[in-house]
């Protein structure tokens, strides 16, 4: 029998590796032996040219193995509060559709990039790697993200939309379905939260509010979310102070999915 949705360790989807961190920070720190799931969380082995946001991190050169380094990042976020890493390996938004500049000159670029932007059969990569971990993993709760700001967040969003729609059948056991909105996109995009919570009524879903999480007696949650976060380097530059603040000021928010009988 399923417990309260966010009673024991969970599995929190992150369309990026700082993504869980940020929206979800607490709830990991208050859960430990959770797992994240990052979905892209992959790249060329080389990135030459810069695209601007690894640019903007000020610590990566032409050639380096940006998502390597990054991936070093997200294994000492995730072991200040005992998660484990589970990375599908797509390829970052940034990463599947070379500028222009590369078309002219470094055609390989081209030729290398694993999908284009629209992409449809992106998002049926998405839950065809999900599935086999959702059977996996011993956890009665799956965290998603709403689909805020970002289309690898709404790729994200909608691929776990469907697989939380099927109904439990042999090797796949019940299970929680829970959204949290994406820090700090909430604050930057805040009409999108209502177009997205729309988009899950749409699709035979209605949401309930879950309290957020607390921790241990004497579990400092604020103090573990911002070590945490503090661990993405490269992705704290280019976030910034103010938006690095409002991920850890704001609070985290949580949505419990109830698949509507008249859409079952």
Do not use: I, N
Request: glycine share 10%; hydrophobic share 40%.
């Amino acid at each position: 029998m399923l417990g309260e949705p966010l009673s024991g360790p969970v599995a929190v989807v992150s369309p990026h590796l700082d993504d869980a961190a940020l929206g979800c920070g607490r709830l990991l720190a208050s859960r430990p032996g959770s797992h994240v799931v990052t979905v892209f969380s992959g790249g060329p082995a080389r990135v030459d040219p810069l695209p601007d946001w690894d640019r903007q991190a000020g610590t990566f050169a032409p050639g380096d193995d940006v998502m390597g380094r990054r991936a070093g990042e997200d294994d000492a976020a995730l072991a200040v509060v005992g998660a484990s890493a589970h990375r599908l390996g797509l390829w970052d938004e940034q990463y599947r559709e070379p500028p222009l500049s590369h078309a002219r000159w470094r055609p390989w670029a081209v030729r290398a990039r694993q999908a284009r932007l629209d992409d449809p059969r992106l998002e049926d990569e998405v839950v065809a790697m999900l599935t086999p971990l959702v059977e996996a993993l011993a956890v009665g709760t799956w965290v998603v993200p709403l689909g805020l700001w970002h289309g690898d967040h709404q790729k994200t969003a909608r691929a776990c939309a469907r697989l939380a729609r099927r109904p439990p059948d042999g090797p796949w056991p019940a299970r929680h379905w829970v959204v949290y909105e994406e820090l700090p996109y909430r604050f930057d995009v805040p009409d999108q939260v209502g177009q997205a919570t729309a988009a899950l009524a749409g699709q035979g879903f209605s949401l309930q509010a879950l309290q957020a999480p607390t921790g241990a007696p004497g579990a400092d949650l604020d103090a573990l979310k911002a070590a945490m976060v503090a661990a993405y380097r490269s992705q704290v530059a280019c976030l910034g102070p103010d938006r690095v603040g409002r991920a850890l000021a704001g609070p985290e928010r949580y949505h419990l999915l109830h698949p509507r009988a008249d859409r079952a």
